[in-house]
């Protein structure tokens, strides 16, 4: 863009087009090793994108497994024998262990390795600055440490699947004491290279969060108040705290059971504990209970992590693509700072079967319920927010419509989990999994999808194709539907989430007869396959677009309000022309007797 | 390019972003220890009653050495007010005084860690020996005058001893706590200065050997896990404010309120790994 030479006396720009003069910087400090907020927020965005597609994958194979239970499975069964042997997949048939150990990293892919990075490091790291009108993060060197944390953590959970044993095991949560007796014949086993990678990407989320509260609150341009913040800016804000305080309880946890695994100390394991009817070694006198309690402190929060930079996308989308305020921005601010010191206080309704007593249970489940009030407001402002708009339905924008009711049923199944009394029947079963994701998977997803269409432009100058994203979001939102739904009949009919079977075995030796729910297992693999065929357009679109996408006509393709598109496309080092002044609040749209539709924030009145 | 307010404060907030950094940072450490705290508290109360090694589970007290925790407080909140002069000296534009206060604050942080060292040392050399009778006794081991570290029954059959000499502990008042009668043989042996009984017990009759190490109990683990983890924070502020002294301290001549500024930054983390101390002396050695 020719931004430089117009604004010599503006130091971002100047420093960038004489930077070519001076010392060209190679490819490794450009790329790899940069200080830059945008390209680290880029790769952070793809890193995740390929752990999304990854933790799909082993998805995806489970789902075989849970379908036509030992069968090989096709295409890559016999790969799969090769390279993790014949314990694993004998014959490309998927056993137990590496269902379990595919579970366990599915989970902890998607959530640690794909959603929080794409969400907060991807978007929050590109837009974040952009929207306060900062020329960078407050410790740009603290922002790439972050970054290779993260990066080394992806690597040691990954190098975890071709270790002897295989990788973790026990799921996402790691519950003591079968996260320690699990895999007893190797020391360094999977569970100690999770425990060692999680560390890593704590350390990585800690980094970042410091990072950007402080960004938020010094970088903010002249005239930049909070209440001129745009709602995605808040979002991060209060994800920064969560991150920051929920986490390092997770770190102790996690110190703790390495230490159980690897020194023998007895933390997490009671006493007297038999394992194959042998007493394990240890002192005991831990606590199991004490792990849960550490890590739900955590991984409660952790879905606020997920679900609020979301809600900040899908906001930013839907004001631009209304063409009008937000209604009830306020409330909504309220809200998401009322999410965020409430998620501190529902962790242990995760834990209503471990006899922890019901006055404490009545005490979460009333927090729980309490939760559930500011999550509503911001879910009806923005549906408010439509009426009377006239809305563009373009590809963002209907991922983001999308977005509404996904977490709406999301968020309304939760509920029976989160009463004490319903949640014993329910606990553990695949209504459990149908309702988290509802709200992770054509919740949250579907807002980064939003967010990838719509700021695309921004990063790459090129718009991405209208027709595929419609393709894209037309499919996906099917295959979800198809996917996610029937989770709940299989649930409240008494499936458990942990059969390696789908059932089968429990079914017609333990119960006697099938209640009608296993053909629903082929039925939900078959929606699978359809949502994997559904992102083939996607990835052809955006890997096309980067290079042979439509170029963008203007720095502000969506005739958005705030200060992201305001800057030359993409923005250089240092981000903004000239040193942005915010005059009014972030969306100002069809202001009456404006003489355009939007009227952005550094515009003088 | 610049980052606003990188040195000089933002005047809405006051701050500047290293020292906003800092607070959100030791805000995330907060969280840490406290999580720590309550594996501590949870895994205290939810032990049996009676005292460790009469009871295999029992909280044990008095095992560690009072008064070289305390002198080891003292060394630590002399740095931490060391740190404070430090910083004050370069506000005062005495660069001179600035080093000697920082030297001080260093070698007081070495000083901790290694009387920490010792400490440790001690208990690796310490053992709980269960008797075939489910008695269990405390003491050092005695192999041909030297205290073996880190013994298990396996080293004690591969030294090929029938017998091994024990300098068994007579328990310390403070393994009694406030209120709970000292018995009388105890007292008895404390007012005769006496705190060690050397004792021959055949290897044949002893069950199992450890030394006080995290896998033995869990107040070990939980000792070792906290110390060790305040061990490395003191490890990583001394490297720190060792290199803001005397190796980066070249910045002082190109960019002051900057140097003065990072002074204050680790002079506050300092300060909080002085505060976790205060917090768990008392709770690992006196409580």
Redesign the interface.
């Known amino acids: 863009m020719q931004t430089a030479t117009t604004h010599p006396g503006s130091g971002a720009a100047h420093a960038d087009s004489h930077a070519h003069d001076h010392h060209e910087p190679s490819f490794l400090t450009k790329y790899i090793f940069s200080s830059d907020h945008k390209i680290i927020g880029i790769q952070y965005g793809l890193t995740s994108l390929l752990f999304l597609l990854l933790g799909f994958m082993l998805m995806l194979a489970m789902r075989q497994q849970l379908a036509y239970p030992n069968q090989p499975i096709p295409i890559v069964g016999g790969l799969l024998s090769k390279v993790l042997g014949n314990d694993m997949a004998s014959q490309g048939v998927m056993q137990a262990d590496l269902y379990n150990a595919f579970g366990a990293m599915h989970g902890t892919i998607m959530v640690f390795l794909a959603i929080v990075p794409l969400a907060f490091g991807a978007f929050g790291n590109y837009v974040t600055p952009l929207q306060i009108g900062a020329p960078d993060m407050a410790f740009p060197r603290l922002n790439m440490a972050s970054y290779h944390f993260f990066f080394w953590g992806g690597v040691v959970m990954l190098a975890s699947f071709f270790i002897p044993g295989g990788a973790a095991k026990s799921g996402w949560t790691s519950y003591s004491p079968l996260a320690t007796v699990a895999d007893l014949n190797n020391v360094i086993n999977g569970q100690t290279l999770w425990l060692i990678g999680m560390v890593l990407l704590i350390t990585s989320s800690l980094l970042g969060a410091v990072n950007f509260i402080a960004t938020i609150i010094q970088l903010r341009a002249k005239g930049m108040t909070w209440m001129r913040l745009p709602f995605f800016v808040w979002a991060q804000f209060v994800t920064g705290f969560l991150l920051l305080l929920a986490f390092p309880p997770l770190e102790a946890a996690g110190l703790l059971q390495l230490s159980d695994n690897v020194l023998g100390t007895s933390f997490f394991l009671p006493t007297g504990l038999v394992y194959n009817g042998k007493q394990l070694d240890v002192s005991g006198g831990g606590s199991p209970l004490l792990w849960q309690h550490l890590f739900w402190f955590l991984a409660h929060p952790e879905v606020y992590v997920l679900i609020l930079p979301a809600m900040g996308i899908v906001s930013e989308v839907i004001a631009n693509n209304t063409r009008k305020p937000l209604w009830g921005y306020r409330s909504m601010v309220y809200a998401a700072l009322a999410i965020g010191f409430l998620a501190f206080i529902v962790w242990a309704h995760h834990m209503y079967m471990t006899g922890m007593g019901t006055k404490i249970a009545t005490f979460f489940q009333t927090t729980t319920m309490m939760i559930s009030v500011p999550s509503v407001i911001i879910l009806s402002a923005l549906f408010i927010s439509l009426w009377g708009g006239s809305i563009r339905f373009n590809t963002p924008m209907l991922f983001a419509l999308s977005f509404l009711p996904m977490f709406g049923i999301g968020g309304l199944t939760g509920l029976p989990l989160g009463l004490n009394a319903s949640d014993i029947y329910l606990h553990d079963s695949y209504y459990v999994i149908g309702h988290f994701h509802y709200v992770v998977a054509p919740g949250t997803i579907f807002g980064l999808f939003a967010g990838v269409y719509f700021w695309f432009p921004k990063i790459t100058g090129r718009m991405m194709n209208e027709f595929w994203g419609k393709v894209h979001w037309f499919f996906s939102l099917i295959a979800m539907n198809l996917i996610f739904a029937p989770m709940f009949i299989q649930g409240i009919r008494g499936m458990s989430r942990r059969m390696y079977d789908g059932g089968a075995t429990y079914f017609s030796v333990g119960v006697g007869a099938d209640p009608g729910i296993l053909w629903l297992n082929k039925f939900i693999t078959h929606a699978a396959v359809l949502l994997a065929v559904a992102q083939i357009p996607f990835i052809i679109n955006f890997v096309w677009s980067i290079w042979f996408g439509r170029k963008v006509d203007s720095d502000n393709p969506w005739q958005a309000t705030t200060l992201d598109w305001q800057t030359p496309t993409p923005p250089p080092h240092g981000n903004f022309a000239s040193t942005p002044v915010a005059h009014r609040g972030p969306y100002d749209y069809s202001v009456p007797g404006a003489k355009r539709d939007f009227t952005p924030q550094d515009q003088p009145n | 390019?610049?980052?606003?307010?990188?040195v000089k404060p933002?005047p809405d907030?006051g701050?500047?972003?290293?020292k906003?950094?800092i607070w959100?940072?030791l805000?995330?450490?907060v969280?840490?220890f406290?999580?720590?705290f309550?594996?501590y508290i949870?895994?205290r109360v939810?032990?049996p009653h009676g005292f460790w090694p009469d009871v295999a589970?029992g909280w044990p007290h008095g095992l560690l050495n009072i008064p070289i925790g305390t002198f080891n407080t003292a060394v630590l909140i002399t740095s931490s007010v060391t740190v404070v002069m430090a910083w004050i000296a370069l506000k005062q534009n005495q660069f001179a005084r600035f080093r000697k206060f920082m030297a001080v604050t260093v070698l007081c942080a070495l000083g901790f860690l290694a009387i920490k060292t010792f400490e440790y040392r001690e208990k690796f050399g310490h053992y709980v020996i269960q008797l075939n009778d489910g008695s269990r006794i405390t003491g050092h081991l005695n192999v041909n005058g030297s205290s073996p570290l880190l013994w298990t029954l396996k080293d004690v059959e591969a030294a090929k001893l029938e017998a091994l000499k024990v300098e068994v502990d007579i328990p310390n008042k403070f393994r009694f706590p406030v209120g709970h009668p000292i018995p009388e043989d105890i007292h008895k042996a404390h007012q005769a200065g006496e705190h060690h009984r050397e004792r021959e017990i055949k290897v044949s009759d002893i069950s199992s050997l450890k030394a006080f190490i995290?896998?033995?109990?869990?107040f070990f683990?939980?000792y070792f896990?906290m110390t060790f983890?305040h061990g490395l924070h003191v490890f990583g502020g001394a490297m720190v404010l060792f290199y803001f002294g005397f190796i980066g301290s070249g910045m002082w001549k190109t960019d002051p309120e900057r140097f003065t500024n990072r002074i204050e930054v680790g002079g506050l983390f300092w300060h909080f790994v002085d505060l976790v101390w205060i917090f768990l002396f008392p709770v690992v050695y006196l409580l």
């Open positions: 390019m610049e980052i606003p307010y990188a933002r907030t701050l500047y972003n290293a906003v950094g959100l940072f805000a995330s450490e969280m840490l406290g999580a720590f309550s594996t949870l895994l939810q032990a589970l995290p896998s033995t109990h869990p683990a939980i896990t983890l």
